[in-house]
């Protein structure tokens, strides 16, 4: 069966889907398996789980009961075939370029995304002989002719970070459908609760689960879900033959649990993944309150003299408001940016503030502030700065779920003392 939970609504899924109460015990949390191996009655029974006759965990690099679970979980969350989970969302997008692409191979990908993934594109990568064309990220024509013959994925993000700029999906699923390239999003700052990309025509959905779907800032993880609606057979991704002859369907993901995973070593803990199956239940719940604080957060900087300008997707002066609407359904997420001018305002304004932290991360319970020219952005050269839309006097929020009257005084306050 493809899709898991399908009937339920995705708040219900988030709590059952995917999970068959552990039967021995009757415990109701996710069993951690802390075992590196997993024994076996006879020599035979091994043999078969090797030679993929019979399915079972053998390594805990390569799968494990505790990260089957969760990938499970988050397979259905994304209307997925199959998923895997790896140590961090950066080894999660490095699988899934390795396993499309090889040297000579080429990227296309917005620009405006994440900084480790555009270091990884745009600098770690190319040593090992794979070239990113980065288009810029709403321009829809801008993917069409970029891809070419050596093309392996199209790459974008949901909201560009910190640009926040929204691409229209659909459009450039079109185009990736119609050239037969395998479409990735990245969908870790939406979460399936406001958009489950596969609904649009993505192939291979991406998380750093490090964030919204942990929750509460305490581990690291990240996971891939093929979508099922690419057909690996496709003469572009050749290298999957031997996979899809013996797997089908199936191919993408074998090939990553078989080979590039397991090869590079790539594996999540299984103690990570219990903590994110706790901070999961709740992420519907949390979500909301993350769009309503950040929108009116938005709200009361957008009409304030002391801001030279707020972006927020919710709202309607943002340039890509319309995507927005069509794509989240009424929820825009929890980051806002927001200039002041100077490099020297804004640490003013950071330092004056008591309850946001300033750290680099997003998606937590707390409200969380940056300065991305003089931090994650602090490696690119100007023209790629301006084209992540990071400047000098550029402040982003991770907006938490605290009450809204002391966010808004917290900022509120540290602006007047600006
Ligand atoms: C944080 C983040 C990543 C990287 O995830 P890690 O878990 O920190 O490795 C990738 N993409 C986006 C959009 C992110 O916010």
Do not use: W
């Given at each position: 069966m493809k899709k898991d939970c399908q009937k339920s609504h995705i708040e219900?899924?988030?709590?059952?889907?995917?999970?068959?109460?552990?039967?021995?015990?009757?415990?109701?949390?996710?069993?951690?398996?802390?075992?590196?191996?997993?024994?076996?009655?006879?020599?035979?029974?091994?043999?078969?789980?090797?030679?993929?006759?019979?399915?079972?965990?053998v390594y805990s690099r390569i799968n494990n009961p505790t990260l089957d679970r969760f990938e499970r979980r988050m397979n259905a969350l994304e209307n997925g075939l199959a998923a895997i989970s790896c140590a961090s969302g950066m080894a999660a997008i490095s699988a899934t370029v390795l396993g499309l692409a090889g040297t000579?191979?080429?990227?296309?990908?917005?620009?405006?995304?994440?900084?480790?993934?555009?270091?990884?594109?745009?600098?770690?990568l190319k040593r090992y002989g794979v070239k990113t064309n980065f288009v810029n990220t709403t321009d829809v024509d801008a993917y069409r002719e970029a891809i070419n013959d050596l093309t392996k994925l199209v790459f974008i993000e949901t909201i560009g970070n910190p640009k926040l700029d929204v691409p229209d999906i659909a459009a450039i699923a079109r185009i990736t459908s119609e050239k037969g390239v395998v479409l990735v999003v990245?969908?870790?700052?939406?979460?399936?609760?406001?958009?489950?990309?596969?609904?649009?025509?993505?192939?291979?959905?991406?998380h750093s689960t490090s964030k919204y779907i942990n929750g509460h800032g305490n581990a690291i993880g990240g996971i891939i879900v093929d979508c099922g609606n690419f057909d690996w057979s496709n003469k572009r991704y050749a290298h999957l033959d031997t996979f899809?002859?013996?797997?089908?369907?199936?191919?993408?993901?074998?090939?990553?649990?078989?080979?590039?995973?397991?090869?590079?070593?790539?594996?999540?803990?299984?103690?990570?993944?219990?903590?994110?199956?706790?901070?999961?239940?709740?992420?519907?719940?949390?979500?909301?309150?993350?769009?309503?604080n950040a929108a009116k957060v938005a709200e009361f900087l957008a009409g304030d003299s002391r801001v030279t300008a707020t972006?927020?997707?919710?709202?309607?002066?943002?340039?890509?408001?319309?995507?927005?609407?069509?794509?989240?359904?009424?929820r825009y997420g929890g980051l806002l940016t927001l200039t002041l001018g100077t490099k020297e305002r804004c640490f003013r304004f950071i330092n004056g503030l008591k309850f946001a932290q300033n750290a680099a991360n997003l998606g937590d319970a707390k409200t969380l502030v940056i300065h991305p020219a003089s931090t994650f952005c602090r490696d690119l050269d100007e023209q790629e700065r301006q084209a992540m839309g990071v400047t000098e006097d550029l402040v982003r929020f991770s907006i938490g779920l605290e009450h809204i009257g002391d966010i808004v005084n917290d900022i509120d306050d540290s602006l007047k003392q600006l």
């Open positions: 219900t899924q988030l709590i059952h889907g995917a999970y068959e109460p552990e039967k021995t015990t009757g415990a109701t949390a996710l069993p951690l398996f802390l075992s590196t191996a997993f024994a076996y009655q006879s020599a035979e029974a091994l043999e078969a789980v090797f030679a993929g006759r019979e399915a079972g965990f000579g191979d080429e990227i296309v990908s917005a620009n405006s995304i994440f900084g480790g993934t555009y270091s990884l594109f745009g600098h770690t990245d969908n870790t700052v939406t979460t399936p609760i406001l958009l489950q990309p596969e609904a649009l025509g993505a192939n291979i959905v991406i899809y002859k013996r797997f089908r369907n199936f191919a993408f993901v074998a090939a990553l649990r078989n080979q590039i995973c397991r090869d590079i070593g790539l594996c999540f803990a299984p103690f990570n993944a219990f903590l994110m199956s706790i901070g999961i239940e709740s992420l519907a719940v949390r979500l909301e309150r993350h769009c309503a972006r927020y997707p919710g709202l309607t002066g943002h340039p890509d408001h319309e995507v927005a609407v069509r794509q989240f359904h009424g």
